[in-house]
T-cell receptor, first 111, second 114 residues
Framework: DGGITQSPKYLFRKEGQNVTLSCEQN?????MYWYRQDPGQGLRLIYY???????QKGDIAEGYSVSREKKESFPLTVTSAQKNPTAFYLC??????????FGEGSRLTVL | GESVGLHLPTLSVQEGDNSIINCAYS??????FIWYKQESGKGPQFIID???NMDKRQGQRVTVLLNKTVKHLSLQIAATQPGDSAVYFC?????????????WGLGTSLAVNP
């Protein structure tokens, strides 16, 4: 079945470490997105990519980095520069018509 | 400014009753609106959408109403079931330069009592 796969589902990180969250889709969607979700808040856009080898910063890009070398893959790296990285991270993709398809999320906890 | 907000952060209903979740938006340039359902620990799932040239759209047990005059969006769930318990988000989609931008509300938690 087509869909979006995020991994790992749970991740623990020590302060000062970089971690990379994986996002893979087999929906043949051009656009992919990374959102951060904190308790009691809506989704906040970190980065998005509308086409391979191109990506743009969202509203809260500081401390994060991405790459888009393949259409199917849009990994997110949470760097040590991100001061408050503990959150639920959601990856999504779209054909471009509006509806976003989401993965199941990755919960990152900084120890 | 741009904002999408919800009138009620939590809603508790009895099983079998109808639920109404409200959403206010402030950007008149938004031309597309979406409702998502998010169960605990999972990613949001698309429920229903509506374009600004419509004022009502129906799906299976759900209806979305759009009132552009007062910038208000609502999601009606008929015969609410325990499986409907989740957080519901509205989102508005608008042109932002050469791109389209999706602005999310804070979410409403729906609890269905058996």
């Amino acid at each position: 079945d087509g869909g979006i796969t995020q991994s790992p589902k749970y991740l623990f990180r020590k302060e000062g470490q970089n971690v990379t969250l994986s996002c893979e889709q087999n929906l043949n969607h051009d656009a992919m997105y990374w959102y951060r979700q904190d308790p009691g808040q809506g989704l906040r856009l970190i980065y998005y990519s509308q086409i391979v080898n191109d990506f743009q910063k969202g509203d809260i890009a500081e401390g994060y980095s991405v790459s888009r070398e393949k259409k199917e893959s849009f990994p997110l790296t949470v760097t040590s520069a991100q001061k408050n990285p503990t959150a639920f991270y959601l990856c999504a993709s779209t054909r471009g018509t509006g509806e976003l398809f989401f993965g199941e999320g990755s919960r990152l906890t900084v120890l | 400014g741009e904002s999408v907000g919800l009138h009620l952060p939590t809603l508790s209903v009895q099983e079998g009753d109808n639920s109404i979740i409200n959403c206010a938006y402030s950007n008149s340039a938004s031309d597309y609106f979406i409702w998502y359902k998010q169960e605990s620990g999972k990613g949001p799932q698309f429920i229903i959408d509506i374009r600004s040239n419509m004022d009502k759209r129906q799906g299976q047990r759900v209806t979305v109403l759009l009132n552009k005059t007062v910038k208000h969006l609502s999601l009606q769930i008929a015969a609410t079931q325990p499986g409907d318990s989740a957080v519901y988000f509205c989102a508005e989609n608008m042109e932002a330069g050469n791109n389209r931008k999706l602005i999310w509300g804070l979410g409403t938690s729906l609890a269905v009592n058996p």
